[in-house]
């Protein structure tokens, strides 16, 4: 039996595979373990995908979607003069991974797929990955994983760690867009996820904003008209010159993580610019500061304390970052744990819920100290169960997790409300090319035509927010509006709601964000509620009149007693 996984990101996709039992491995896609989830759209309808995107968007930067993922709850998107449906754009990602399999396994299709997402993704966003994914071919019945219920899995069968049952574990999950952050606790019959929480405008999207910002602050200075058109390209050789920009600028902030310094090429007329690991982290370190802010909060909040925990798992390309696990330690006291690749923990531990062993084979498990040799420790799954002398495997007793491990129903988590502007195609000649919608997807309707002239697009409809930063939708290309990125270097910005919490809260908190929890708990209002919101309009107006009336009768009764002292 053939399994698939694939993690869906905002950077990149990553897709494993596991075939009779025998141990997952990473499904390499154009020869690299992670496709990029960028697509481009071609004049004929047509959608490219990964480094083919990446390619064609030196181009036309407008027809170029670098994170399909963050325009999940758009309904549809623009890509030059066309709008698709996103539902469309996601599938295009999954028929890469399908066609690769395909390729690999003489034509045939996987036996099982499951997709991964975030713990705090409401049904809707989760309808979208699977109409997406029916749409594509991949599969009918997808399984659907939390990431840190993965990443916890792999935490505890790849990192030989025994978690017996009422352990917790911290999910640490910075990727390319967002920050999620996890306590998954382990139960006798798998793991569940207890506290969750958020940032979704922070990842190595806002980091490389950052770089480009100490570009423009060192080198556009002496020449703001080149670096003006190299952000907003006009012609060709402009939009080249932007692309290769911001390839130079990934690739160095991930040489950062591995150098004390680095050089970025620019285009003439700059200069290439220097920059160290030191300098890179002074950019950053607010942002970050935030994430472990928000990991212990999550982690008092759910009951625990840093000392109680089995530790803090990083996953996600960004946790590279050396000033990652220097914060945590720092801020913390604890040393978290990492991968060599930690894109790939999550669609790994995904594979390892309830795939088999090999035939014949006991599933590779350490033996806790003090256990009779017969017995197989209890790592993830139901009981562990006496093995035959012989070395067969009980029926009972199948899968690397030591038993059926159930997975976690996140039906009942709350809505994640993500404010977008609604973005709509100005009048001209647009065409809508629809997608297929045979599958029942939740998206509005597309109404296709085929002739040129104004097209209007019907409202989406999103949750709004009250407070908080609106962020506009990733557009033409990584580096074409900088100003349109979120600002990396403060801490003040009103964050987005972080998520559920179930627990109360002892002693008052300046927590951000409203909102039930997985067992019905509330968060707590801002305590830092801006000024000018309706809350607080009457407790700062002031009552004059019993002020004014007092000064008033004391200036009588002293024009009276200078009278009487007179007479």
């Not at 390209?233 to 690739?251: F, G, I, N, Y």
């Not at 007092?550 to 009276?560: D, E, G, P, Q, T």
């Amino acid at each position: 039996m053939r399994v698939l996984a694939v993690d869906f990101g905002t950077s990149n996709t990553v897709a494993a595979v596991s075939v009779d039992g025998a141990p997952p491995r990473v499904l390499a896609i154009d020869g690299k373990p992670l496709l990029p989830s960028s697509i481009y759209l071609a004049d004929d309808g047509s959608i490219a995908v990964g480094s083919d995107a990446e390619r064609q968007a030196r181009l036309d930067p407008s027809r170029f979607e670098p994170n399909p993922k963050r325009r999940i709850d758009d309904g549809e998107m623009l890509l030059g003069t066309d709008v698709i449906p996103v539902q469309r754009a996601i599938a295009a990602v999954f028929s890469r991974v399908l066609q690769e399999f395909r390729r690999q396994f003489g034509n045939a299709n996987p036996d099982v797929v499951r997709l991964t997402h975030p713990a705090r993704w409401r049904q809707t966003r989760k309808d979208v990955l699977i109409a997406a994914c029916k749409e594509a071919g991949l599969s009918d019945n997808p399984i659907l994983v939390p990431e840190p219920v993965g990443a916890a899995t792999h935490f505890a069968t790849q990192g030989g760690h025994q978690m017996p049952p009422g352990a917790a574990l911290a999910v640490y999950d910075l990727g390319g867009g967002t920050f999620d952050v996890a306590i998954v606790q382990k139960r006798d019959a798998g793991f569940e996820v207890i506290a969750e929480a958020g940032i979704p405008d922070l990842g190595g999207l806002d980091f490389d904003h950052a770089i480009l910002e100490y570009i423009g602050r060192v080198e556009g200075e002496s020449h703001a008209e080149d670096w003006a058109r190299l952000n907003r390209p006009t012609d060709t050789e402009s939009r080249r010159k932007q692309r290769a920009l911001a390839v130079d600028v990934r690739e160095g902030k991930e040489a950062l993580s591995r150098h004390p310094h680095t050089d970025i090429a620019l285009s003439s007329p700059f200069k290439d610019v220097h920059l160290t690991r030191s300098e890179f982290e002074e950019m950053i370190r607010s942002n970050l500061t935030r994430s472990v802010e928000l990991l212990a909060t999550t982690i008092s909040e759910a009951n625990f304390t840093s000392k109680d925990l089995m530790g803090v798992y990083l996953v996600g390309g960004s946790s590279r970052v050396p000033l990652v696990a220097r914060l945590i330690q720092e801020g913390m006291g604890i040393t978290p744990s990492t991968l060599d690749q930690p894109e790939s923990t999550v669609v790994t531990g995904a594979l390892y819920l309830n795939v088999g062993p090999r035939p014949g084979t006991a599933p590779q498990a350490r033996p806790m100290p003090g256990m009779p040799p017969g017995q197989r420790p209890n790592t993830g799954g139901a009981p562990a169960q006496q093995q035959p002398a012989s070395g067969g495997v009980p029926a009972q007793a199948r899968g690397p997790m030591g038993g059926a491990t159930q997975r976690v129903n996140p039906a009942d988590l709350p809505a994640v409300r993500t404010v977008r502007p609604q973005q709509r195609p100005a009048p001209g000649n647009v065409r809508r090319l629809p997608g297929p919608n045979a599958y029942g997807a939740t998206r509005p309707p597309t109404g296709a035509t085929s002739s040129p002239g104004p097209t209007q697009r019907p409202p989406v409809e999103r949750p709004r927010t009250a407070a908080g930063p609106q962020r506009p939708p990733t557009g033409n290309s990584p580096m074409s509006n900088p100003s349109m990125r979120p600002g990396s270097g403060s801490t003040q910005a009103h964050r987005p709601p972080t998520g559920p919490i179930s627990t109360p809260i002892s002693a008052p908190r300046n927590l951000v964000g409203t909102g039930s929890g997985p067992m019905g708990g509330q968060r707590q209002q801002d305590m830092t509620r801006p000024a000018g919101s309706a809350p607080n309009q009457q407790l700062q107006t002031t009552n004059w009149k019993p002020m004014i009336w007092a000064i008033i009768f004391a200036a009588v009764a002293i024009l009276i007693a200078i009278l009487i002292a007179n007479i």
